[in-house]
């Protein structure tokens, strides 16, 4: 199915709903999506030596979290390589890119805030593309309230979808979760279980349970999460984008989001 324009999409969800399952059959639906992982665009420089990707490797072997400025340069890096962001304005104009590594190069401990910067100057230039072929899934980012303000100066999100599923029913996706490691491919003994019970479909080898897949360890993740979403999803729900998809299963949520992508993308 063919979209009529630009979906610029984030998924938000607990531990467990499901997020990584919609991403697959939304792509599989709708082909000019695209998925663009925050994680995988940061190991990808890090490993090709690109000047943003030694600037954060260094902050992670010094045992520090990735700077929001920072994930965000390497965001609109990669959409700028797409032709998905574009600069409007005299050509003279610095871009964002040239203008947030000077910030941060710049910039000393106790010095305005990436945020205040790129609401007086940095942001006006860009412009994201209203393409259809310009579409994509965002994940990893933004994961909190602060991160969305400054993106939306950048590549304004226009459907955010929360997913949720009751808590007992996730409690119980990780009990019966194993998990094969070296492919990652993910399997359910209640919903999605393997051939052999214990082994992978493909290779045969043994799966494993991950060491975080516990109750205790998930009631802890599933309170942060609660923390740090409610405040981004009303952010989104203030920008008019944001839908709540309710279900028991990935089977009861996938059609829901179909619908709603046919009638925002697609009519």
Do not use: C
Not at 159 to 176: E, M, N, Q, W
Request: proline residues 6%; neutral net charge.
């Amino acid at each position: 199915m063919h979209l009529r324009k630009a979906a610029r999409v984030i998924l938000v969800g607990a531990p467990g709903v499901g997020k990584g399952t919609q991403s697959e059959r939304l792509l599989q639906r709708f082909p000019q999506l695209a998925s663009i992982s925050a994680g995988d665009l940061l190991r990808s420089n890090v490993k090709n030596r690109t000047p943003l990707g030694i600037k954060a490797e260094s902050t992670m072997k010094a045992g520090g979290l990735v700077a929001d400025d920072l994930m965000l340069r390497l965001i609109s890096s990669e959409l700028r390589q797409r032709g998905w962001l574009q600069n409007h304005g005299p050509p003279d104009v610095m871009t964002l890119s040239s203008e947030g590594t000077l910030a941060a190069e710049m910039r000393a401990p106790g010095d305005m805030s990436f945020d205040a910067f790129a609401a007086g100057r940095a942001l006006s230039p860009a412009q994201a593309s209203d393409d259809p072929s310009a579409s994509f899934i965002l994940d990893g980012y933004p994961r909190n309230a602060a991160q969305a303000n400054t993106l939306d100066g950048i590549v304004p999100i226009n459907l955010a979808v929360s997913i949720k599923t009751p808590f007992s029913v996730i409690l119980d996706r990780i009990a019966g979760r194993w998990v094969h490691e070296a492919s990652g491919r993910v399997y359910n003994t209640t919903f999605h279980a393997p051939k052999v019970p214990g082994r992978d479909d493909v290779t045969g080898e043994p799966l494993v349970q991950r060491a975080d897949d516990t109750e205790e360890v998930y009631r802890a993740r599933f309170q942060k999460f609660q923390e740090v979403s409610e405040p981004l999803l009303e952010h989104y729900a203030k920008k008019g984008v944001l839908l709540e998809v309710e279900g028991m299963s990935s089977d009861e949520i996938s059609p829901k989001l179909y619908q709603e992508f046919e009638t925002r993308f697609v009519r």
